[in-house]
């Protein structure tokens, strides 16, 4: 006997973002659908000729005007059969890490409207959407312990500082910074630039950057990015 399914598949996407020590994830408030006045991630359905990476940039570019290279998946959620008033429907969450400053933010022709939120200010979300964004907060600050991800979050050219303020950040506990910067300086994957930060104030303070190359071949070869905190 065959049974005619009428499960619709969606993508979500949660994008997050880092700037003057605060962490951000990238929202939009719908133009359709029965939930338009309440933020959202930004998402929506998958075509039945696309993949799933491809269906989430898209609809990412459409509701945001922004492209992002590199998604990871996180979840898949449709436990609740009602998460969606309109259509049984089970979404695909994926995430990624962006530098905001890189980015120009717009609501385009599947939005009203698009911005950035602290992540400690976040307004009510329409759907499931608060699930699906505290589980991706979770993912988050669990590879902080273990890879060094935070690198794709920060400016080409950084201070130490900033690295070491953007985990205390996000893991919302204050690192070991002495132990933190002699692991990351014996792992090789950041190295000094010739510049400095044009902030004057006291001792010049070096720039660094993070040498993809190094932490590619580590990976390779498997290395654990243990955090101790203070």
Same mark, same amino acid.
């Given at each position: 006997m065959?049974?005619?399914?009428?499960?619709?598949?969606?993508?979500?996407?949660?994008?997050?973002?880092?700037?003057?020590?605060?962490?951000?994830?990238?929202?939009?408030?719908q133009?359709?659908?029965?939930?338009?006045?309440?933020?959202?991630l930004?998402?929506?359905?998958?075509?039945?000729?696309?993949?799933?990476?491809?269906?989430?940039?898209?609809?990412?570019k459409?509701?945001?005007?922004?492209t992002?290279?590199?998604? &990871?998946? @996180?979840?898949?959620f449709?436990?609740?059969?009602?998460? #969606?008033? =309109? !259509?049984?429907?089970?979404?695909?969450?994926? %995430?990624?890490?962006?530098?905001?400053?890189?980015?120009?933010?717009?609501?385009n022709?599947?939005?009203d409207?698009?911005?950035?939120?602290?992540?400690?200010?976040?307004?009510?979300?329409?759907?499931?959407?608060?699930?699906?964004?505290?589980?991706a907060?979770?993912?988050?600050k669990?590879?902080?312990?273990?890879?060094?991800?935070?690198?794709?979050?920060?400016?080409?050219?950084?201070?130490?500082?900033?690295? &070491?303020? @953007?985990y205390?950040?996000?893991?919302?506990?204050?690192? #070991?910074? =002495? !132990?933190?910067?002699?692991?990351?300086?014996? %792992?090789?994957?950041?190295?000094?630039?010739?510049?400095?930060?044009?902030?004057?104030?006291?001792?010049?303070?070096?720039l660094?950057?993070?040498?993809?190359?190094?932490?590619?071949?580590?990976?390779?070869?498997g290395?654990?990015?243990?955090i101790?905190?203070?």
């Amino acid at each position: 006997m065959s049974e005619h399914q009428k499960i619709k598949v969606a993508v979500d996407a949660i994008v997050f973002g880092y700037q003057n020590n605060q962490l951000y994830v990238l929202l939009i408030q719908q133009k359709f659908g029965t939930q338009e006045s309440y933020w959202a991630l930004p998402g929506g359905l998958v075509h039945d000729d696309e993949s799933l990476q491809d269906a989430v940039k898209r609809e990412l570019k459409e509701e945001t005007n922004i492209t992002v290279n590199y998604f &990871e998946q @996180l979840y898949t959620f449709g436990d609740d059969v009602f998460r #969606d008033p =309109r !259509n049984r429907v089970i979404s695909v969450a994926y %995430f990624a890490l962006v530098d905001p400053s890189k980015l120009k933010v717009k609501a385009n022709s599947d939005a009203d409207n698009a911005q950035w939120f602290k992540i400690d200010a976040i307004p009510k979300l329409a759907f499931d959407h608060t699930l699906i964004l505290a589980k991706a907060i979770a993912r988050l600050k669990a590879k902080l312990t273990y890879e060094p991800i935070g690198f794709d979050l920060l400016p080409n050219e950084f201070l130490f500082s900033e690295l &070491e303020n @953007l985990y205390c950040t996000i893991l919302e506990k204050e690192i #070991d910074r =002495r !132990n933190f910067r002699k692991k990351i300086m014996s %792992f090789e994957i950041i190295e000094e630039t010739p510049h400095f930060s044009p902030v004057k104030t006291g001792r010049p303070a070096k720039l660094f950057k993070f040498n993809k190359n190094k932490y590619t071949a580590l990976a390779k070869k498997g290395f654990y990015f243990e955090i101790k905190f203070a």
